[in-house]
């Protein structure tokens, strides 16, 4: 009985040492060439969203919290960013709500921490398609020289951009996270822009 149990577990170990596998062993092995090939519709799909991204998010302020963008190219790391905000202090965000205070268009404290964000939306585009969308975006920045609570604020400055594109827009006096929030159900939820031809 002991010669039996023994020659069992020598066998046992021989099959093992020798590459056998059991049933709940699992291989390591290169993908074949099927595999990979079952593969490809899904990296195709992904591609066939466009390589550049308009991304409309929105983040935790303060106050009401913020609206901007992330744009660039989605195989690049780096990432352009666009907002209105009041240029300084709180003193001029609260100026803000009875006049124009001067503004900043370009990144603010906390567009790039992931920590504060609350929605986003992202949208891909055609590189020829990118470059007149990114184009109105500088346009933009290059022509909003003022922040206001009510007429110029950073949900309006975001409506812009989404319009241009052919989005459908929620009013512009709407909290940044819902903002973002209704731009993307208005829309579908669609992930592919196409702008209309230049007149």
Not at 10 to 20: F, K, M, N, R
């Amino acid at each position: 009985m002991q010669r039996s149990c023994l020659v069992g577990i020598s066998i046992a170990a021989l099959l093992l040492s020798c590459g056998v596998q059991t049933a709940s062993a699992r291989p390591v092995h290169a993908p074949s060439r099927h595999e990979a090939k079952a593969g490809a519709p899904e990296r195709r799909a992904r591609e066939a969203k466009g390589p550049y991204y308009v991304d409309f998010r929105a983040r935790t302020a303060a106050s009401w919290g913020h609206a901007f963008v992330w744009y660039g190219k989605t195989s690049e790391r780096a990432v352009d960013v666009a907002g209105l905000t009041p240029a300084g202090d709180t003193l001029a965000y609260m100026i803000g709500y009875f006049t124009f205070v001067p503004s900043e268009t370009g990144a603010s404290y906390g567009d790039l921490d992931p920590d504060y964000l609350t929605a986003s939306y992202r949208v891909y585009l055609n590189e020829a398609d990118a470059k007149r969308v990114f184009a109105y975006i500088k346009k933009l920045q290059a022509d909003s020289p003022v922040w206001n609570a009510e007429t110029a604020n950073c949900t309006s400055f975001i409506g812009s951009i989404a319009e241009f594109m052919g989005l459908k827009t929620p009013v512009r006096w709407t909290r940044p996270e819902d903002y973002v929030n209704q731009l993307r159900d208005m829309n579908g939820g669609r992930q592919i822009v196409r702008l209309a031809a230049e007149q």
